[in-house]
Nanobody
């Protein structure tokens, strides 16, 4: 009922930039929040950045000042979240997952995850 399509990952040199995008669509009445998580090999999945429908943002300490999260909402059922990543470091290397939660037309809450996109920072 909710589809998340991610794009924008890849290989970049240290100090470089990438922009991730995640398009959410489906039987959505409203979005509560959208965000990005990442998981590096051998580590737990961690929050990178999150933005609520009211525009409140939250960032991991390790990315503050380097990453920026933003959203575009075309209507209740179509929303896109972006993660602009600047000054990338090798420790940013991970699979990045889009996440969103909200309310479906059937009246139930949902939490949905994207398929993940690889970000590799290496010279």
């Amino acid at each position: 009922q909710v589809q998340l399509v991610e794009s924008g990952g890849g290989l970049v040199q240290p100090g470089g930039s990438l922009r991730l995008s995640c398009a959410a669509s489906g039987s959505i009445v409203s979005i509560y929040a959208m965000g990005w998580y990442r998981q590096a090999p051998g580590k737990q999945r961690e929050l990178v950045a999150r933005i609520t429908s009211g525009g409140t943002t939250r960032y991991a300490d390790s990315v503050k000042g380097r990453f920026t999260i933003s959203t575009i909402s075309r209507d209740n059922a179509n929303n896109t979240v972006y993660l602009q990543m600047n000054s990338l470091k090798p420790e940013d290397t991970a699979v990045y997952y889009c996440n969103t939660d909200g309310l479906l037309r059937v009246g139930s809450d949902f939490i949905s995850w994207g398929q993940g996109t690889q970000v590799t920072v290496s010279s």
